[in-house]
């Protein structure tokens, strides 16, 4: 088993706090170590505290502070290589047609079950340690 220095770290941004959490215990059952933000705000503060740790980041797209997509063209500029995984409800061939020119964005539907987001995570070349 690997040291927590080896694990593969995600960001999720949720303000559902069941929705959160659900994504939590799915990603940490799977192996992966998960930092959590309610908002674009508590994701900035943790992209700043600990922009090199993060392998890769799972955002809702109805925040509360600013939309999802608004967030992940944000963190885009700031961390070029990182995976970003869009969560909404919405029309995910709107969505993919948004993000169409962006390799390291993937899109989740929502509701996804724990192999739907774990697979999501592995189409965009992040898979937990073992």
Known sequence: MGSERDSVVVLIVEDEMLV?????DILQ???YRVEQAADAAEAFKLLDRAPHNLHA???????????GDQLAQKVRTRHTDLPILI?????????????SSDRRTGILGKPYTAAMLVDALASLGVVASS
């Open 87 to 99: 969560a909404s409800g919405r029309s995910e061939k709107e969505l993919r047609e948004r993000f």
């Open 57 to 67: 980041a799972v955002i809702d797209l109805g925040l509360p502070d600013i939309s």
């Open 29 to 31: 059952d799977a192996g």
């Open 20 to 24: 959160r959490l659900f994504a939590t």
